[in-house]
């Protein structure tokens, strides 16, 4: 688990320091991760997986299955970086993709 952390903070060129003041969580933590004597809190870990731009899950290693193909799901990403899937209706996805479609094109969703 601590070999992606390390690997985003080696491609981003950053120290545990910077982490630290970027996220709160402290470096002692950071190092007792490093060090195999446990891990962050799920607090800390969201804050870090934030700061990377990644999910809670891709950063504890954890693949994520893809949706099973056809019909109308939907994965959603949860505050603390977890996904649910759910399934719509084709009414609930022809909304959607109707509220969609009436964001500006430099809408971030």
Known sequence: MYEIFEKLMKERSLTHY???????????????????????????LVKIADFFGVT????????????????????LRGRDGSYVERRLSDDQMQAIRFIISQMPDDTDI
């Open 18 to 44: 910077a982490v630290w003041k970027a996220t709160g969580v402290s470096q002692s933590s950071l190092s007792d991760w490093k060090k195999g004597k446990g891990t962050p809190g799920a607090a800390s």
């Open 56 to 75: 809670v899950d891709a950063l504890m290693g954890r693949e994520i299955p893809a949706p099973e193909e056809g019909g109308n799901v939907i994965r």
